[in-house]
């Protein structure tokens, strides 16, 4: 590691501790040459997948904009601040755990419905009738009719079984 002040390649740890959750190391430093200290991180770096979009082109993986789309959707909708990080979460695990290198905008979308679906059904409305591209009443119907449908057996309260298309 060199030293940011002087440029020297020799420094020396002098203290390495892990942060609360254990995913972040945190090393203090002293440069041999001019013997000022720096601290240094270590944090995993997770690759996402780039975005195809429709048109083609690729883009980097942004969270910001995943929690803007749900954010949008869900704005004046009673689902709180937590359980929308937690649905962004669940939609980065899946997209790591797909382990490709592209994946289409139109997978993203699929799984951005289906944790709008489970978190607020007027939302999952909002998000398809954009998302789908409606362009008529009988579209936006049977969207609705879609979310009312519950196979039997399953109780009110359950989320909906998981989609084939994107695995366990």
Same mark, same amino acid.
């Given at each position: 590691?060199?030293?940011?002040?002087?440029?020297?390649?020799?420094?020396?740890?002098?203290?390495?501790?892990?942060? #609360?959750?254990?995913?972040?190391?945190? *090393?203090?430093?002293?440069? /041999?040459?001019?013997?000022?200290?720096?601290?240094?991180?270590?944090?995993?770096?997770?690759?996402?997948? /780039?975005?195809? &979009? *429709?048109?083609?082109?690729?883009?980097?993986?942004?969270?910001? &904009?995943? =929690?803007?789309?749900?954010?949008?959707?869900?704005? &004046?909708?009673?689902?709180?601040?937590?359980?929308?990080?937690?649905?962004?979460?669940?939609?980065? %695990?899946?997209?790591?755990? =797909?382990?490709? *290198? #592209?994946? !289409? !905008?139109? *997978?993203?979308? %699929? =799984?951005?419905?289906? #944790?709008?679906?489970?978190?607020?059904?007027?939302?999952?409305?909002?998000?398809? !009738?954009?998302?789908?591209?409606?362009?008529?009443?009988?579209?936006? !119907?049977?969207?609705?009719?879609?979310? /009312?449908?519950?196979?039997?057996?399953?109780?009110?309260?359950?989320?909906?079984?998981?989609?084939? =298309?994107?695995?366990?």
């Amino acid at each position: 590691m060199r030293c940011p002040f002087c440029g020297a390649a020799d420094t020396q740890v002098t203290d390495t501790r892990l942060n #609360e959750d254990g995913d972040i190391v945190r *090393r203090r430093r002293r440069c /041999q040459g001019c013997e000022k200290r720096f601290t240094t991180y270590e944090r995993i770096e997770l690759k996402f997948p /780039q975005i195809i &979009k *429709r048109n083609g082109t690729r883009v980097e993986y942004d969270r910001e &904009k995943l =929690l803007f789309s749900l954010k949008l959707a869900l704005r &004046k909708r009673p689902v709180t601040a937590e359980a929308i990080l937690a649905a962004v979460d669940r939609i980065e %695990e899946k997209l790591l755990s =797909l382990g490709e *290198r #592209e994946v !289409s !905008s139109e *997978r993203v979308g %699929e =799984l951005v419905m289906r #944790e709008l679906r489970t978190l607020d059904k007027i939302a999952y409305i909002r998000f398809a !009738s954009v998302y789908r591209n409606f362009e008529d009443v009988d579209e936006f !119907s049977n969207a609705i009719k879609e979310i /009312q449908k519950r196979p039997r057996g399953r109780p009110k309260g359950d989320p909906p079984p998981e989609n084939d =298309l994107f695995g366990p």
